[in-house]
C-alpha cells in the first residue's frame, strides 16, 4: 500500500538577510544573502505551516520592528511578503491553517504564529524554557512580543525524535536538536519526491556537507549529530534536504515546487 502524501509545497516568498557566512556556518567564508521563509503543506486533511517567518511588522516596517538593527542585519522586505498577505493571494484565509510546526522560536521562524489561533502548534521539548532564558549570542532573535499572544494556543510538545502529524505518514516532524533544545526538522511526502525541511538544524549547504553547526548553537555538537541525522534520513528514505536559508537551495527547489500543480 502507497503511503499518503500531501498534495503540494510552497515556499512563501521571504525577507532577506545579508550576513558574514562565518555567522551561519563555522569555518564559511564571504558575505552571504539568504531568505528567511515559511513553508505551506496543502494536503486533503488540512492546510499545515512550517515556520510562520517574521511578524508582518517586520514586512510593513523593519525600522519598526528591529530599530538599528534592521540596517546592521541588512533586511530586505516589503508588505507583500506578510504571510497573511501571501496566503490571500494563494486563496486562503489564516483560519484556513489547521497545524502549525515551529521549528524553533527564534522571530524569524516564530514570527507570525499569532496570526493562527485556532490551528493545533508544535514545538520541540525544552524550546520554550530556552526562549525564557536564551544564550547571549541569541538574544537579538527573541522576541516576547511574538509569542506573548500564543500562550493560550493548542500547543503539542514532541517527546519523541519523530511524530506524525497526520498519523498517516505524509508529514512527519524530527526533534533535531542542538541550534536550540526543542530544534524541529520537518519531512514531507509528496507525489513525486520526499523533502525534509531543515529550520536550522543546518543554516547552508556547506555547512550540510560538511557536517559545520552554526557557531552560535545552544549546543554545537549535539547539532552536528543532527546535521547527520538528517543526512542519514535522507539516506535511508531517499529524500531530498531543503536547506531553509540557504540561497542555492531557495532557487532549486522554491520555484520548481511553488510551480508544481
Known amino acids: ?13 521571504a525577507p532577506t538577510m545579508e550576513l558574514d557566512a562565518g555567522d551561519l556556518v563555522v569555518g564559511a567564508e564571504g558575505t552571504i544573502t539568504f531568505p528567511l521563509p515559511a513553508f505551506l503543506i496543502e494536503h486533503d486533511r488540512g492546510l499545515i ?10 514586512n510593513d516596517d523593519p525600522h519598526a520592528y528591529f530599530g538599528d538593527l534592521a540596517d546592521t542585519l541588512n533586511i530586505v522586505t516589503s508588505p507583500e511578503q506578510r504571510i497573511d498577505r501571501q496566503l490571500a493571494t494563494l486563496g ?3 483560519d484556513d491553517v489547521t497545524h502549525v510546526v515551529l521549528s524553533h522560536t527564534h522571530c524569524d521562524h516564530a514570527g507570525g504564529l499569532y496570526l493562527f489561533p485556532d490551528a493545533k502548534f508544535f514545538v520541540g521539548p525544552g524550546e520554550f524554557d530556552w526562549f525564557s532564558n536564551p544564550g547571549p549570542l541569541q538574544q537579538h532573535l ?3 512580543d511574538d509569542l506573548a499572544p500564543t500562550t493560550d494556543y493548542d500547543w503539542t510538545t514532541i517527546e519523541q525524535p519523530e511524530h506524525d502529524i497526520l498519523g498517516d505518514g505524509s508529514i512527519r516532524v524530527l526533534h533535531t536538536p542542538g541550534h536550540t533544545p526543542g530544534e524541529l526538522s520537518c519531512v514531507v511526502n509528496l507525489p513525486s519526491q520526499s523533502i ?4 536550522d538544524t543546518v543554516h547552508l549547504r556547506e555547512g550540510l556537507d560538511s557536517e559545520a553547526p552554526d557557531p552560535h548553537d545552544w549546543d554545537p555538537e549535539i547539532g552536528k549529530r543532527s546535521i547527520q541525522t538528517l543526512k542519514r534520513y535522507r539516506d535511508e528514505h531517499g529524500a531530498k534536504i531543503w536547506v531553509g536559508h540557504d540561497p542555492q537551495d531557495w532557487d532549486a527547489y522554491g520555484g520548481a515546487l511553488n510551480a508544481q500543480e
Open 1 to 13: 500500500m502507497n503511503t499518503p502524501t500531501a498534495l503540494r509545497l510552497r515556499a512563501l516568498a
Open 49 to 58: 505551516l512550517f515556520d510562520t517567518s517574521f511578524s508582518p511588522l517586520l
Open 92 to 94: 486562503f484565509r489564516t
Open 142 to 144: 527573541m522576541r516576547a
Open 196 to 199: 525534509v525541511l531543515t529550520g
